[in-house]
């Protein structure tokens, strides 16, 4: 009767863990999941040490501590990529293109004020092969010569 009351925990335990992950953001599945697992490691850890296999459970606890403070202390924003998401590089993107003016853009690509969106697309195209990095360019020529033509079209 014990062991089928603990099998019954275990299975509810395991569906509401499994609805709580499918509705929480894949970062903090990440996250919770990455912290579990330390505070499993420091667990196993401080059981080996009781049970005398100190060698092992020792350094066992401290790279649990180590993994529950790289995990959590800091937000690792880099883990599943929440902080750079296209979201951040939109805004980044976008703060960028709001400091370079629509001369500067025009200039930059070469083109009258009147010019179509066509135009602006051919001309864009002829200057990237000038300027890409896979053609000899740099990467940060290339980022000016992309924000001018997404400044120019929006506009």
């Keep these: 009767m014990n062991i089928l009351f603990g099998?019954?925990?275990a299975l509810g335990a395991m569906v509401l863990l499994a609805w709580l992950f499918a509705r929480a953001k894949p970062s903090s599945v990440v996250k919770i999941?990455?912290?579990?697992?330390?505070v499993f490691v420091i667990l196993l850890?401080?059981?080996m040490t009781m049970r005398g296999m100190g060698i092992l459970g020792?350094?066992?606890v401290l790279a649990g501590i180590g993994f529950l403070?790289?995990?959590t202390w800091r937000g690792r924003p880099g883990f599943g990529r929440g902080g750079q998401d296209g979201t951040g590089r939109a805004q980044s993107r976008a703060s960028q293109s709001e400091s370079m003016s629509i001369a500067e853009a025009r200039a930059t690509l070469g083109v009258e004020?009147?010019?179509s969106p066509e135009d602006i697309q051919r001309a864009y195209r002829e200057m990237m092969k000038k300027v890409h990095p896979d053609t000899g360019g740099s990467g940060a020529l290339a980022r000016?010569?992309?924000?001018?033509?997404?400044?120019?079209?929006?506009?």
């Excluded at 999941?33 to 330390?38: H, K, M, P």
């Excluded at 000016?144 to 506009?155: E, F, K, S, Y």
């Design 7 to 9: 099998v019954l925990i």
């Design 144 to 155: 000016r010569v992309q924000m001018a033509r997404d400044l120019l079209i929006g506009d």
């Design 33 to 38: 999941g990455r912290s579990v697992a330390a």
């Design 45 to 47: 850890g401080v059981l």
């Design 69 to 71: 403070l790289t995990g």
């Design 113 to 115: 004020p009147g010019a």
């Design 58 to 60: 020792v350094p066992m």
